[in-house]
T-cell receptor, first 112, second 116 residues
Framework: KAGVTQTPRYLIKTRGQQVTLSCSPISGHRSVSWYQQTPGQGLQFLFEYFSETQRNKGNFPGRFSGRQFSNSRSEMNVSTLELGDSALYLC???????????FGPGTRLTVL | AQKVTQAQTEISVVEKEDVTLDCVYETRDTTYYLFWYKQPPSGELVFLIRRNSFDEQNEISGRYSWNFQKSTSSFNFTITASQVVDSAVYFCALSEESTGNNRLAFGKGNQVVVIP
């Protein structure tokens, strides 16, 4: 099976812009979770989607949002970008709950 | 409060030495899951192992072994006879039934450098 894929792999944006990241889970996996990784805060949970519904949400401002489509693909959106949003954004998928999450290669976002 | 603590930030070892990474976790749940992931320089998190709170059996997989002790809330990871390819950041993570089984709380990670 193909692994989790994320597009794009790299992004450069300026403050105030918005950005959309995409994640395609492993075939058959219905749960998609997003994580932000920064040198200062480490790996932090953003949210989880299951069957097109947000099932869990981390402690991030409302500028961070997501959605999941009927084919389980997921997108996350960050509006009004801030310098502190520069990070590696990782997507993970799993087939059921509880189950092991498998991660994609990440999208590295740089905000200038 | 930090739920997963990995005390050592960077560990350097000479090739073929053993290295042990400590992980201490904190939870009030009786049902929880513990994980170890490896993050090579490419950035992708690679799954290594998962343990549930009811299974304290230790595990060995090739040069990797894990020691799970509920009495001390620890889930330590040992690499035996380290190789240069083991150089990476290793993360310990916890998920709890009460906060969502797919919500991972990660430790800060251990940077392992294997010197040839």
């Amino acid at each position: 099976k193909a692994g989790v894929t994320q597009t794009p792999r790299y992004l450069i944006k300026t403050r105030g812009q918005q950005v959309t990241l995409s994640c395609s889970p492993i075939s058959g996996h219905r749960s998609v979770s997003w994580y932000q990784q920064t040198p200062g805060q480490g790996l932090q949970f953003l949210f989880e989607y299951f069957s097109e519904t947000q099932r869990n949400k981390g402690n991030f401002p409302g500028r961070f949002s997501g959605r999941q489509f009927s084919n389980s693909r997921s997108e996350m959106n960050v509006s009004t970008l801030e310098l502190g949003d520069s990070a590696l954004y990782l997507c993970a998928s799993s087939s059921t709950e509880p189950d092991t999450q498998y991660f994609g290669p990440g999208t590295r976002l740089t905000v200038l | 409060a930090q739920k997963v603590t990995q005390a050592q930030t960077e560990i350097s070892v000479v090739e073929k030495e053993d290295v042990t990474l400590d992980c201490v976790y904190e939870t009030r749940d009786t049902t929880y899951y513990l994980f170890w992931y490896k993050q090579p320089p490419s950035g992708e998190l690679v799954f290594l192992i998962r343990r549930n709170s009811f299974d304290e059996q230790n595990e060995i997989s090739g040069r990797y072994s894990w020691n799970f002790q509920k009495s001390t809330s620890s889930f330590n990871f040992t690499i035996t006879a380290s190789q240069v390819v083991d150089s990476a950041v290793y993360f310990c993570a916890l998920s709890e039934e009460s906060t969502g089984n797919n919500r991972l709380a990660f430790g800060k990670g251990n940077q392992v450098v294997v010197i040839p």
